[in-house]
């Protein structure tokens, strides 16, 4: 069986998409074999991949659709998941129609598990971790996404407000996991854009580790203008070779060792 683990957090900018596809770059270098599945219409992480929509490939819009309507996915579902070769990663894009996902899951049976039927098929099987980059909000496609993983990773900025929610969807997690997902744990808190220059920031990663223990992962993202650098050229902090931009991406690869060791799979 395979990790599913959704990278979650209802705040906006707190580092989830560069977490879903820096951590699974670092995770296919330690010879995992990853599928970063784009669950946000402003579809991010697909553009981050430099995704073109004129593929005319299935989205994962189109199989949440087929599968909340027909029950199934056709054929066609394969071509879903897309190599990408600059960073020798596969993944599944998205695009501004997952927005409308509100409207047909509504009608939809079981609707806070189409994600995981779609996930269920046989082309996902191969695969040793799927991660999920969450939209920023708690609505029914991160019910679906928290109710197709078994794990879920956190990215905390420490700043101003960043508890407020949290123990919110720390509850949310809880609940799923109480009713519809036994299987559901929180992986990791992780903080994000930490910077030890602010008092702010320190203060807030302690606090963050005083009330949630080893829940919060022992290794942490620092705040650095290479994360936006790897945005724009497409290719993972966890490859550059120019010295300048090792440093994130070497808290990535210490951040895939973790969350390794942290799998219970
Ligand atoms: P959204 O909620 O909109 O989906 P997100 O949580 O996925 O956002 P990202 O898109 O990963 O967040 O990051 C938000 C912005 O912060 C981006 O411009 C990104 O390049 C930048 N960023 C991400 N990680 C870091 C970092 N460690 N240091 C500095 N900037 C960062
Ligand atoms: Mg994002």
């Not at 290719?235 to 219970?264: D, F, P």
Request: with cysteine.
């Amino acid at each position: 069986m395979k990790n599913v683990i959704a990278v979650a957090n209802q705040k906006g900018g707190v580092g989830k998409t560069t977490t879903t596809v820096n951590l699974g770059v670092a995770l296919t270098l330690m010879g995992k074999k990853v599928c970063l599945i784009d669950f946000d219409p402003q579809a991010n992480l697909s553009s981050y991949l430099g995704y073109d929509d004129k593929a005319g490939t299935p989205n994962i819009n189109e199989m949440m659709a087929m599968m909340a309507q027909c029950g199934r996915i056709d054929d066609k579902g394969k071509s879903c998941i897309i190599h990408n070769e600059k960073n020798n990663i596969d993944y599944v894009p998205s695009d501004i129609n997952l927005s409308s996902a509100e409207f047909y899951l509504s009608q939809a049976l079981a609707r806070e598990s189409v994600l995981k039927r779609v996930l269920s098929a046989d082309y996902f099987g191969g695969y040793d971790y799927i991660l999920i980059d969450c939209l920023p909000s708690l609505g029914v496609l991160n019910m679906n996404a928290l109710t197709a993983a078994n794990g879920v990773i956190i990215p905390v900025q420490p700043q101003k407000f960043a508890m407020d929610g949290l123990r919110w969807l720390t509850d949310i997690i809880s609940q799923v996991k109480s009713t519809v997902n036994p299987s559901l744990g929180i992986m990791g808190i992780l903080p994000t854009m930490v910077d030890n220059t602010t008092v702010m920031s320190r203060e807030t990663e302690a606090a963050l580790r005083e009330i949630y223990g080893d829940t919060v992962f022992e290794n942490r993202i620092s705040r650095s203008v290479d994360a936006a650098y790897s945005s724009q050229t497409g290719k993972s902090l966890c490859l550059e070779t120019n010295a300048k931009h090792t440093k994130l991406g070497e808290e990535y690869k210490a951040l895939a060792e973790e969350v390794v060791k942290r799998c219970i799979l």
